[in-house]
């Protein structure tokens, strides 16, 4: 029901918001291992369905919402196309490619009602290869082409660490499309400055690393890792010249060393993988006949495939940024950016200064970047101490309290709490209004 204390207003209200919480947080992560998925199912932003499954819940829907928007928003700006690839790909399309039996018990695979055999799409380079030769004359001229998605994609793998490794997941594809191998390479070089300003932007420190580009048959590769103790790839850091690179000698006696200056001065880490890029060539093209027409003759297309994980992204964020109890988010995917407390409803601030919150809630709401990001914890029976614990929970960047400072007639305060900086401070309602201001314009500057 709405709270009859306060004016029906459109607001974010915690009271309205589905989170069923787990008291249960320290059993659980010693059961799963990840911070993320921890935090994740105790706090009510997931629940298992099975396992590798999940339910993402509102909040942690915003989030995976907010970073989809985001992508779209870098993808944009290299001219790429969005489209949707259905996840059921006849099997004869991996055949044809050679990669069915490479993939062999990753792959979900079942048959329609004409027993035709079909498998759900971990990855779409068959299919996009597919659609590129449907009853079209590409000329030269209309090259490149670049066409992405994001959406659901299914693997029969190990599942754990929540986020980190389900059996579905989300993920952007981007397939590009070009004339010949150096302006391939180019269009390489682009896709890869822009995930460089994307991972910038979100603030995560991030390592680039050179790949083996030998299993997808291409001829360059690099991936994109947040360090993390439970990585999966093994890295190295060169002391001398600060290359990153996978560490090759890990399952080995070989000693290892830069690649790049052949030092032996390496620091070892372990990175989760959040985006690569491959340059394929004409791999999958010319197999599949996917051309274009160059003087009236069909050439194939060189093509290269960039891939970031949506939902591992945020996985890989969380078990970065968060602590042993607290969930914490890079400021622009955060579910929501600002939380405001407004008084208890048994203390004296309660009457003198409640008023302000629909002041306070819209205004902030006006901000750029922060429109229907402002949650309000509208349970005003819970003590304010106990609200500010949950937002903290919830890695909530920003928190603003009505508190009692606030029913001073003449010179009104209002607590704001920056959560990840661990600071606070006290300010009149238009300085409030303006340091929320210029700390999101901060946040959301792009390099």
Not at 342 to 347: A, I, L, M, Q, V
Not at 360 to 381: A, C, E, F, K
Request: hydrophobic share 35%.
């Amino acid at each position: 029901m709405s709270n009859p204390d306060y004016c029906t207003w459109k607001m974010n209200r915690v009271s309205k918001i589905f989170h069923p919480t787990d008291s249960l947080l320290q059993k659980t992560r010693n059961v799963l291992g990840s911070k993320n998925q921890s935090l994740l199912v105790d706090y009510g932003l997931m629940k298992p369905l099975d396992k590798g499954t999940f339910y993402y819940l509102p909040i942690l829907q915003r989030s995976i919402n907010k970073t989809s928007a985001l992508i779209k928003r870098f993808m944009h700006k290299i001219d790429a196309q969005e489209i949707s690839i259905p996840n059921l790909t006849p099997v004869e399309l991996w055949t044809q490619s050679g990669r069915f039996d490479v993939y062999g018990s990753e792959l979900f695979t079942l048959k329609d009602r004409h027993e035709k055999p079909l498998l759900l799409g971990p990855t779409f380079e068959e299919s996009i290869t597919h659609m590129m030769t449907l009853g079209q004359n590409i000329g030269e001229k209309q090259l490149p082409f670049r066409l992405y998605q994001i959406g659901n994609k299914f693997r029969d793998e190990n599942a754990r660490y929540g986020l980190l490794r389900s059996k579905e997941f989300i993920m952007k594809d981007l397939y590009t499309f070009d004339v010949d191998i150096e302006s391939a390479t180019r269009t390489y070089e682009e896709v890869n400055d822009i995930y460089r300003k994307l991972f910038t932007f979100l603030g995560v420190p991030y390592e680039k690393v050179e790949a083996d580009a030998t299993d997808m048959g291409g001829h360059l590769s690099h991936e994109y890792h947040y360090l993390a103790s439970i990585g999966e790839q093994s890295l190295q850091t060169c002391s001398s010249c600060g290359e990153t690179s996978i560490d090759s000698t890990e399952t080995t006696d070989d000693v290892s060393e830069c690649p790049k200056c052949k030092s032996k001065e390496l620091q070892k880490n372990r990175g989760i993988e959040v985006g690569h890029a491959f340059l394929l060539g004409d791999t999958y093209t010319k197999k599949q006949k996917a051309n274009f027409l160059k003087a009236g003759k069909p050439v194939p297309m060189q093509m290269g495939c960039y891939g970031i994980g949506v939902t591992r992204l945020i996985g890989a964020a969380i078990e970065k940024l968060a602590t042993e109890s607290h969930i914490r988010w890079p400021f622009p995917i955060a579910p929501f950016s600002v939380c405001i407390i407004p008084p208890e409803k048994r203390s004296k601030a309660f009457s003198s200064a409640s008023h302000y919150l629909e002041e306070v809630h819209d205004r902030l709401n006006t901000v750029p970047g922060l429109q229907d990001s402002i949650l309000v914890d509208d349970r005003i029976r819970v003590p304010i101490g106990d609200r500010f614990r949950n937002a903290r929970r919830l890695g909530i960047p920003l928190v603003v309290i009505i508190g009692k400072k606030a029913s001073d007639t003449e010179n009104p305060q209002f607590e704001l709490h920056f959560i990840q900086e661990e600071k606070e401070c006290n300010l009149s309602l238009n300085d409030l209004i303006n340091e929320v201001t210029k700390y999101s314009q901060e946040k959301h500057k792009e390099n």
